[in-house]
């Protein structure tokens, strides 16, 4: 549905340079912090274990998928170290589809096809919002944004299956993250690898397994540097003899139990992962890629042993991995120093993704910036759209996503969707760098007019239904109440839920000047909404540092 833009969103647009630039200027200083009611906001620093409030709401930032009231008061009160252990011990939230939900013939059920489709859409999206194991979750869409799968190619159901796979093994070793993943009927379908034979070979899942899942194109330093010949050129990873060899050791899978006739949403057979249905077609011939012999006379998951062994202990996956979890979750460009730190414990517990994620969210470098003012340079990512998105709800503290006010069978999330990436490559390149400097920061390739213009009224526009908020579990009474004493105390509840209690004052000011003409200001949320529309393109907020 094409949403038109109002009279007030123009209004927004026309003071969007004045609010962009007093976010740029305010920062997070402290000294200019301030709740427009009168009281200083708390912005000190840990003390006795504990979190305060402006600590707890950025390091949620990185941990979850966006600091909710209730995640807040539990890193408070416990303490970061506490909250990871905690985490860590939780069991993965899954999405279980009910199998009358993906039995249907594909262009034929057409009423089923879009049952299905609503079905995937509301339950990933409602596991970002409101799954309690919310480490696990952040971990699960990092993972999922370099071990891509997309809606593009694949059903469904292949997408709840795959994002529970990841749920399952992202606490677990990388190495068995890995061969779950290759014999998954998704990726399998996605990439090619189901056709992969004997006697034709298809490079495709091969090659993207070095280029994107594991050691990348060029030899690095365990500080992520690359290492260079004689004359300064960087030397290559792998070669084309490498693919050829790497994609021989993966001949043979197919989906599982082939002779099962399914219609045709299921024909991949999703829920169960692939089998070496193919004997004849597995090369057992030895192998030799990556200066590394696999072995003849081994059967396809003897192989993918072999194979995955390799992937894991080759010097360049601890730091290639390594950056591709902390840009997703702290920051975009780290110092080789942050890097080696973490990619040290990737290698010496051969992947072991709880302790790589721990020694991410805990390294000094992540934690400097819990007191307002010191983090280190260049330390910090621009929130993807979908971060926007979760992030909002979650300060709002609903418990599932809310529907689309105009087709409430629907969420609407904008435009990120979750494994909807364009390709293999995601939405955005990892090696994206600011222009005119040498700064990473892949989120930025989605900055660009439509995104802006999404945000615009985006939150206004799905607040205007309170009852849609109420079913959500959202916190509604908390901020109609607000809203009706003041656009002041408004300012300083989202102070308090989306700023860390340090929202500039000059910034919080604009905010309200903003939305002081908005003609359904007294409807649901829509001010609330409004506010955060403003918010959303920001620095402040849009930043996470």
């Not at 004997?279 to 396809?300: C, E, M, R, V």
């Not at 102070?495 to 910034?507: E, K, M, Q, T, W």
Request: net charge positive; charged share 20%; proline share 6%.
């Amino acid at each position: 549905m094409t949403l038109s833009i109002s009279k007030p969103i123009w209004q927004k647009l026309s003071l969007l340079p004045a609010v962009l630039l007093l976010a740029s200027c305010g920062g997070g200083d402290p000294a200019s912090t301030a709740n427009l009611s009168g009281q200083v906001s708390s912005v000190a620093s840990l003390a006795g274990g504990k979190a305060t409030h402006y600590a707890a709401s950025r390091f949620l930032e990185q941990a979850a998928m966006g600091p909710s009231p209730a995640s807040v008061a539990q890193v408070k009160a416990q303490g970061i170290d506490v909250w990871i252990a905690a985490q860590l011990k939780l069991p993965p939230t899954l999405v279980v589809t009910p199998p009358s939900l993906y039995d249907y013939e594909l262009n034929i059920d057409k009423p089923a096809e879009t049952r299905m489709w609503e079905f995937m859409r509301t339950n990933n999206v409602n596991l970002l919002i409101g799954a309690e194991d919310q480490l696990r979750v952040r971990t699960t869409w990092v993972l999922s944004n370099f071990l891509v799968v997309s809606y593009n190619k694949i059903l469904p159901y292949g997408i709840v299956e795959y994002q529970n796979l990841l749920q399952k093994n992202a606490f677990g070793q990388y190495g068995d993250l890995l061969k779950a993943m290759t014999r998954n009927p998704s990726m399998g379908a996605y990439l090619d690898n189901y056709q992969n034979r004997k006697s034709q070979l298809n490079e495709n899942y091969g090659r993207e397994l070095m280029q994107l899942f594991s050691v990348g194109l060029v030899q690095l330093n365990l500080n992520g540097t690359p290492k260079r010949d004689a004359s300064g050129k960087v030397i290559e990873t792998y070669s084309q003899k490498d693919v050829i060899e790497i994609t021989r050791a993966l001949t043979g899978w197919h989906f599982a139990e082939p002779n099962v006739k399914r219609k045709s949403a299921n024909g991949s057979n999703y829920g169960k992962p692939m089998e070496a249905e193919w004997k004849d077609q597995h090369d057992t011939g030895a192998k030799t890629f990556l200066g590394k012999t696999i072995p003849a006379g081994q059967d396809a998951y003897k192989d993918l042993d072999s194979l995955v062994e390799i992937l894991v202990t080759h010097p360049n996956t601890a730091p290639f991995v390594s950056l591709r979890l902390i840009q997703g979750m702290t920051t975009s460009d780290p110092s080789p120093e942050y890097l080696q730190r973490v990619a040290t414990v990737f290698r010496d517990t051969k992947g072991n993704l709880s302790k790589v994620i721990t020694a991410i969210l805990t390294d000094p470098e992540a934690r400097s910036g819990d007191v307002p003012g010191k983090s280190t340079a260049n330390f910090g990512r621009i929130k993807d759209p979908l971060l926007i998105f979760a992030s909002g709800f979650r300060g709002l503290g609903c418990k599932i996503a809310p529907k689309n006010p105009w087709n409430s069978t629907e969420v609407v999330v904008g435009n990120q969707q979750q494994f909807g990436a364009p390709s293999v490559f995601n939405f955005f390149p990892p090696n994206h760098r600011t222009q005119g400097t040498n700064v990473l920061a892949p989120e930025q390739k989605m900055l660009n007019s439509i995104e802006f213009a999404n945000r615009m009224n985006y939150f206004s526009n799905r607040m205007s239904d309170e009852n849609l908020l109420r079913d959500a579990g959202c916190d509604v009474d908390i901020f109609k109440t607000a809203q009706a004493v003041s656009d002041e105390k408004l300012v300083d509840l989202l102070n308090d839920r989306y700023f860390r209690g340090a929202l500039p004052a000059s910034v919080a000011k604009s905010l309200i000047d903003t939305n002081q003409n908005l003609w359904e200001k007294n409807k649901g949320l829509k001010l609330t909404g409004g506010m955060l529309d403003m918010a959303a393109v920001t620095p402040i907020f849009g930043v996470s540092k």
